[in-house]
């Protein structure tokens, strides 16, 4: 008798467990799968973060509804029953939380991709919104457990002061993060050149540092409470298009007249094909000083942003000599005159 009612008892959790999961299954497989065409379909892109979050979690919960209902129906000792049904509870819980800041994380980015100036994609943001969100998780857990948050809080308080003490460092660099993403000064894809003479591309802003890569690749870490305290050229603002300056000499029998005609249309002509150039700028000449063996002039051209200068100037460089060479103008390179004075013997 005893076994026969275990066995039905097994029986009714196995069905109820069973049945939670294959509707589960068929809520994923179906449900979700035209839920996903949908959002693909529109414009709107938070939909498909948020189906991407249910993917693969419905199943998950409905398993976890199904032990939790298969323990309120078999008779358990109590406290097998409560200990389980806590821990399908924080499973739960914690599952839930990870689902919502995968959906928080993905419109936050979102969102920074469309407004950077409003709101840059950084990782002090990411870390801040999931610990919030877990934070939130951890508090539904305690309350549902029946812990009181209270003396926690209170510990809380009471402690906060010695690690704020002991995390000085920490502390600064993470509101002075907050203060520069706030503030915007710099910005994620900013060129910046500090007055240490560092320059680089900003890649992140930590809760502790902000990371620069420079040109040769290399990585550059940045306390962020020297960071904010720096002072910054920062070549991304109040647009990325940067002017350049190209100094060149040619010599003092120059047709001045030409030179400027020629120099101009060879740097038009590398501002429309060469890749970074802005195409619509016009460039201009000017000379500017007499010098020791050559008439300095410089060349004003305007790239998209900071690092495509390098390739302009080495198109334009290479053309303009050659049109230089075929045009018979001498580039003047450091030479000196020697004046000979002879003078005869006179011989009393």
């Given at each position: 008798m005893i076994e026969s009612l275990l066995i039905s008892q097994l029986g009714t959790a196995l069905t109820i467990v069973g049945g939670a999961v294959l509707i589960g299954y068929l809520i994923e497989r179906f449900l979700l799968t035209k839920l996903k065409k949908y959002a693909e379909s529109?414009?709107?892109?938070?939909?498909?973060?948020?189906?991407?979050?249910?993917?693969g979690r419905?199943?998950?919960?409905?398993?976890?509804?199904?032990?939790?209902?298969?323990?309120?129906?078999?008779?358990?000792p109590y406290g097998i029953t409560g200990y389980s049904k806590n821990i399908l509870i924080v499973l739960f819980v914690l599952s839930a939380t990870a689902a919502a800041s995968d959906i928080a994380v993905g419109i936050i980015n979102i969102y920074?991709?469309?407004?950077?100036r409003?709101?840059?994609?950084?990782s002090i943001f990411t870390n801040l919104t999931i610990s919030l969100l877990f934070i939130i998780g951890a508090i539904i857990i305690m309350q549902s457990l029946g812990i009181s948050i209270t003396p926690i809080l209170t510990a809380l308080g009471v402690g906060g002061l010695a690690v704020a003490l002991a995390l000085q460092d920490t502390l600064s660099n993470f509101f002075a993060g907050l203060h520069i993403l706030f503030s915007r000064p710099i910005r994620?894809?900013?060129?910046?050149?500090?007055?240490?003479?560092?320059?680089g591309y900003v890649v992140d802003i930590t809760w502790r540092?902000?990371?620069?890569?420079?040109?040769?690749?290399?990585?550059?870490?940045?306390p962020n409470s020297k960071m904010a305290a720096a002072k910054v050229t920062n070549f991304a603002l109040p647009s990325k298009t940067v002017i350049i300056l190209v100094p060149i000499g040619v010599s003092y029998e120059s047709d001045l007249?030409?030179?400027?005609e020629i120099t101009a249309a060879v740097a038009k002509e590398v501002m429309v094909e060469v890749s970074g150039g802005v195409s619509d700028y016009e460039p201009v000449v000017r000379f500017y000083k007499f010098g020791e063996f050559s008439v300095l002039f410089n060349v004003v051209m305007c790239v998209?942003?900071?690092?495509?200068?390098?390739?302009?100037?080495?198109?334009?460089?290479?053309?303009l000599h050659k049109r230089f060479q075929d045009e018979g103008i001498e580039v003047a390179y450091p030479a000196q005159t020697v004046y000979l004075k002879n003078e005869k013997n006179i011989i009393d």
């Open positions: 529109t414009h709107w892109e938070c939909d498909d973060i948020i189906v991407c979050a249910l993917r419905l199943i998950r919960w409905m398993l976890f509804g199904g032990l939790y209902s298969a323990l309120i129906a078999i008779p358990l920074a991709k469309k407004s950077r409003a709101f840059p994609s950084t994620p894809s900013d060129y910046v050149r500090l007055d240490t003479g560092e320059e540092n902000t990371s620069i890569k420079d040109l040769t690749e290399n990585m550059i870490i940045v007249d030409k030179v400027e998209q942003e900071f690092a495509a200068q390098f390739l302009v100037k080495h198109e334009f460089v290479k053309r």
